[in-house]
């Protein structure tokens, strides 16, 4: 079975412009977590969606949004990029929203603003 | 707040020697907690959890971790490393809030001498 994937792996954007970074789940699998992990950190929770429902958001500004689809797949959108937003962002997906907490997660994308 | 400390930023071991990678948590109640690896580029790996029971969990690769709620710690052991071992090591808490999301420590990275 597919794991995680993640597209595009890699990505090059300056600072201002928009960027989306999608993620399609492991099969069966209803929820979707974002996470960014700055180079020498651990990753920071984004958002977490569930049946295309936000569930959770962390300590984020409003610049960065996200969706989720009927088939579960899910986009991260940022705004106005600033340098520090140049980090890996992790997708993560898991059976359900609540109960399951074994996520599963992508090799990430590649964020670099300059 | 929930939080994690891993307070090891790097650990160097020869091959074949025993490891232990620390971590500790803050928590309000009942954690479940996670460890996952990192291979340089790679997403994340889960290694091992817990959710309840039996305090000594077992996972993948030959790792082991125990859970002592009265240090509030969750250790990370193995037994003999073996140089594809050398990655980063994360432990993680959850759920927070509700939702599907983890707090991850900053991370231990690991070298292997031959």
């Known amino acids: 079975d597919a794991g995680v994937t993640q597209s595009p792996t890699h990505l090059i954007k300056t600072r201002g412009q928009h960027v989306t970074l999608r993620c399609s789940p492991i099969?069966?699998?209803?929820?979707v977590s974002w996470y960014q992990q700055v180079l020498g950190q651990g990753p920071q929770f984004i958002f977490q969606?569930?049946?295309?429902?936000?569930?959770g958001r962390g300590n984020f500004p409003d610049r960065f949004s996200a969706r989720q689809f009927p088939n579960y797949s899910s986009e991260l959108n940022v705004n106005a990029l600033l340098l520090g937003d140049s980090a890996l962002y992790l997708c993560?997906?898991?059976?359900?929203?609540?109960?399951?907490?074994?996520?599963?997660f992508g090799p990430g994308t590649r964020l670099t603003v300059t | 707040a929930q939080s994690v400390t891993q307070p090891d930023i790097h650990i160097t071991v020869s091959e074949g020697a025993s490891l232990e990678l620390r971590c500790n948590y803050s928590?309000?109640?009942?954690?479940?907690l996670f460890w996952y690896v990192q291979s340089p580029g790679q997403g994340l790996q889960l290694l091992l959890k817990?959710?309840?029971?039996?305090?000594l969990v077992q996972g993948i690769k030959g790792f082991e971790a125990e859970f002592k709620r009265s240090q509030s710690s969750f250790n990370l052991r193995k037994p003999s490393v073996h140089w594809s071992d050398a990655a980063e090591y994360f432990c993680?808490?959850?759920?927070?809030?509700?939702?599907?999301?983890?707090?991850f420590g900053q991370g231990t990275r690991l070298t292997i001498n031959p």
């Open positions: 993560a997906s898991s059976l359900e929203g609540v109960g399951s907490y074994e996520q599963y």
């Open positions: 099969s069966g699998h209803k929820s």
């Open positions: 969606y569930y049946e295309k429902e936000e569930r």
């Open positions: 928590y309000g109640a009942t954690p479940y």
């Open positions: 817990y959710f309840s029971g039996d305090t």
């Open positions: 993680a808490v959850g759920p927070i809030q509700g939702a599907q999301k983890l707090v």
